[in-house]
């Protein structure tokens, strides 16, 4: 096991982190300008202009730092929340909660319905979004030449830092990005030293990680970046081999779980305890469901380092 894991931390996070595979399909460009030393001012200023690709192979360029910006995901929110920007935060969905200061922007509706005419009324210079929002969405947007930069890393967890580091670049915090990976990476390399120091004969248990159950099951497969957490945590995914999020019941018995984590305040622990198959499950017979922050979890922002610390703790308590 400690190979394994060592071979996953050469590949997942030595040095620098490799970028999402799927998703922006590049490094963040160099800012143009030279760097500032006369404080944080002149450096945004002296920024721009800066040029990202997004997931949809778009470039976009800001000739300055926004003042007026709309974020249509909680990732994206607390990403801008972290680079110290909420105070230009006019508009947000009604699942951005994290920083509360961000409930001070405009409500514009969900993360997959947006209303594009208050977006619009809200004259953004920036829009930032992730995951959910339609193509439909963001060419209206577009349309009326408001810039839209779309970044989703839903495949992979390193994609997280893409995200924070194209973002710091969009709003000239690219210092400030910078540091809150840095931070990131600490966490992640503390975690898995930890896991590397587990005895080689150490028993890899094997992890089912319900994002929902009922007519159909939804899990974090191997092409996710919660797939990708458990395996760095030193955990066998019994969904590594399944794609989107999806898992056929039989798979499920046939991965036999010696555990199974549930995002916290969804009522699927009472689900899996009264519920014909899952009852009848081992895990859940034994009483090893366990259940972990779904908003640190599922978003990736920058919290994202922190879930995966608590996540292996769940999966090797010895760890803590």
């Keep these: 096991m400690k190979k394994f894991l060592k071979q996953l931390t050469l590949l997942g996070l030595a040095g620098a982190m490799l970028f999402g595979a799927v998703g922006c399909s590049q490094q963040p460009?160099?800012?143009?300008?030279?760097?500032?030393t006369q404080g944080q001012t002149e450096q945004v200023d002296k920024a721009f202009p800066v040029t990202i690709t997004d997931s949809t192979g778009t470039e976009i360029t800001m000739t300055q730092a926004p003042e007026r910006?709309?974020?249509?995901?909680?990732?994206?929110?607390?990403?801008?929340?972290?680079?110290?920007v909420t105070d230009k935060l006019v508009g947000r969905t009604r699942y951005c909660d994290f920083p509360t200061e961000a409930l001070a922007a405009e409500e514009v509706g969900g993360t997959s319905d947006p209303n594009v005419e208050t977006i619009v009324a809200l004259n953004p210079d920036l829009v930032v979004a992730s995951t959910h929002v339609s193509d439909e969405v963001i060419n209206k947007l577009r349309e009326v030449n408001i810039p839209v930069a779309f970044l989703n890393e839903q495949e992979d967890f390193d994609g997280t830092y893409s995200a924070i580091e194209n973002i710091g670049l969009l709003v000239g915090r690219s210092k400030e990005a910078e540091a809150v990976v840095s931070e990131m990476k600490a966490t992640v390399?503390?975690?898995?030293?930890?896991?590397?120091?587990?005895e080689e004969d150490e028993v890899k248990p094997r992890v089912y990680y319900a994002v929902w159950a009922g007519d159909s099951d939804s899990t974090a497969t191997g092409d996710t970046f919660i797939g990708q957490m458990i395996e760095l945590a030193g955990g066998d995914n019994i969904a590594?081999?399944?794609?989107?999020?999806s898992i056929s019941k039989e798979k499920i018995v046939e991965g036999d779980p010696d555990m199974i984590i549930i995002p916290a305040g969804k009522g699927l622990k009472e689900t899996l305890m009264t519920t014909d198959f899952y009852k009848d499950l081992r895990a859940v017979q034994e009483g090893h469901i366990y259940e972990i922050d779904d908003n640190m979890i599922s978003r990736q922002g920058p919290r994202?380092?922190?879930?995966f610390e608590a996540l292996a703790?769940?999966?090797h308590p010895e760890t803590k």
Excluded: M
């Design 189 to 198: 390399e503390s975690v898995v030293e930890r896991i590397n120091n587990l």
């Design 69 to 84: 910006i709309v974020s249509l995901a909680p990732s994206t929110t607390e990403i801008l929340g972290a680079l110290g």
């Design 240 to 245: 590594k081999d399944a794609t989107r999020w």
């Design 313 to 315: 703790q769940i999966i």
């Design 304 to 307: 994202l380092a922190q879930a």
């Design 29 to 36: 460009k160099e800012v143009t300008g030279e760097e500032s």
